[in-house]
């Protein structure tokens, strides 16, 4: 067993399973229960990714996935729902319907903008009026916006009326990479302020710009963020399953993820793996 307790804030591994068949237990995808079983303890949260696809059917697609967690054995394991990409949110009931399916975090956007607000491939348009009362209404519920995947403009739009904890579920830092799905400095520290944190993301292009990595290269944003005085603000985000196998060297899935977590720094090293996402997720 690996000494490890992970707390990982984003997969989409749950689109795998519904779309591609098999189930949490054991699988051919990056992660499953055979593989966060060898850890002493793993909690994961599972997106419901709404792909570009399914953005004209957005609620059932919801609720497929949402089904389809509902069917899977977590015993041994810690699982939590979200929402990646706010596409069935259509009017307020609709906030108040997905806390009733035990949705505790969602992205408001994924790379497109929608009525909410701007996705990061859209450097203009900014919170919308239906997207502030939106967020209002997840403040209202304590349900965690995660601004992975949110433009700039958004971003700071967000921040100016939110009264709750923010996250990045899985974005790197852009000062080390220099990739819009990343977070300036200044947009660490706005989370860092809340009282939130940043998932680490495995994904190569958004850890350097060269198009392949190491583990070695994700501590550099770990490291720059420490330096920064974020050491209660950083987690994990690996991305498991919704970066199409492209992952660092020597990196096939979470039963690898020991090859970077053993090269973080040690005195800040339980709070990077779990015990920081535990505290946001714990307080709502």
């Not at 399953?241 to 973080?264: Q, S």
Request: aromatic share 10%.
């Amino acid at each position: 067993m690996y000494k490890y307790k992970i707390f990982d804030a984003h997969c989409d591994t749950l689109c795998m399973i519904h779309d591609n068949g098999g189930d949490i237990k054991s699988n051919s995808y990056n992660l499953d229960k055979t593989r966060m079983l060898r850890y002493v303890k793993y909690t994961q949260v599972f997106a419901c990714f709404i792909a570009p696809e399914h953005r004209h059917r957005a609620m059932d697609r919801f609720n497929e996935l949402a089904d389809t967690f509902g069917r899977q054995d977590f015993s041994g394991i810690t699982p939590i729902l979200s929402v990646e990409g706010g596409d069935m949110i259509g009017s307020l009931e609709d906030v108040d319907y997905l806390k009733s399916r035990g949705v505790r975090c969602i992205a408001l956007t994924w790379n497109y903008s929608n009525r909410i607000a701007g996705g990061a491939h859209d450097r203009t348009q900014g919170l919308t009026p239906f997207g502030r009362d939106v967020v209002q209404r997840l403040n209202e519920h304590g349900i965690i916006i995660d601004m992975s995947h949110i433009n700039d403009k958004s971003f700071y739009d967000i921040e100016k009326i939110n009264t709750g904890v923010l996250i990045a579920s899985h974005s790197n830092s852009r000062a080390v990479c220099d990739n819009p799905r990343n977070l300036t400095d200044d947009m660490f520290k706005i989370i860092r302020d809340t009282g939130g944190a940043a998932g680490i993301n495995l994904y190569p292009p958004f850890v350097t710009n060269s198009g392949a990595c190491s583990p070695a290269d994700i501590t550099r944003h770990i490291d720059h963020w420490l330096a920064m005085g974020g050491e209660d603000a950083i987690g994990l985000g690996s991305d498991f399953d919704g970066v199409e196998d492209n992952l660092p060297r020597g990196i096939r899935g979470c039963g690898d993820y020991y090859k970077l977590l053993d090269l973080i720094d040690r005195s800040a090293a339980d709070k990077i793996t779990h015990t920081n996402f535990e505290r946001v997720f714990g307080e709502i």
